[in-house]
């Protein structure tokens, strides 16, 4: 049965920090790449930050570029986001992914992040 659990998510206010994680299950999680993203009532799910399956490549949404870092401990089957100096704007639910090279997706069920005072 394969798994992926969100967690980490919560309340913090402006300029504080967050440490996401996604423990997966029930796949070759080193085979797939990972990534999050986040999505707001209404809106688009975009992608946040991506990893490849080594852990060789990143990516970021721009405006998260330079607050963010995605990481990965195979051995753990776990992906993490960092995240800092976060903003208002940040407040989503945010889900992390996994995707194989032959098309094989997967997601967690997201955990919702709100930036406030």
């Known amino acids: 049965q394969v798994q992926l659990v969100e967690s980490g998510g919560g309340l913090v206010q402006p300029g504080g920090s967050l440490r996401l994680s996604c423990a997966a299950s029930?796949?070759?999680?080193?085979?797939?790449?990972m990534s999050w993203y986040r999505q707001v009532l209404g809106k688009e799910r975009e992608l946040v930050a991506a990893?490849?399956?080594?852990?060789?490549?990143?990516n970021y949404l721009d405006s998260m570029k330079g607050r963010s870092t995605i990481s990965r401990d195979n051995a753990k089957k776990t992906v993490y986001l960092q995240m800092n100096s976060l903003k208002p704007e940040d407040t989503a639910v945010y889900f992390c992914?996994?995707?194989?090279?032959?098309?094989?997706?997967?997601w967690g069920q997201g955990t919702q992040v709100t930036v406030s005072s």
């Open positions: 029930g796949f070759t999680f080193s085979r797939y790449a």
């Open positions: 990893i490849t399956s080594a852990g060789g490549t990143t």
């Open positions: 992914k996994a995707a194989s090279n032959w098309g094989t997706n997967y």
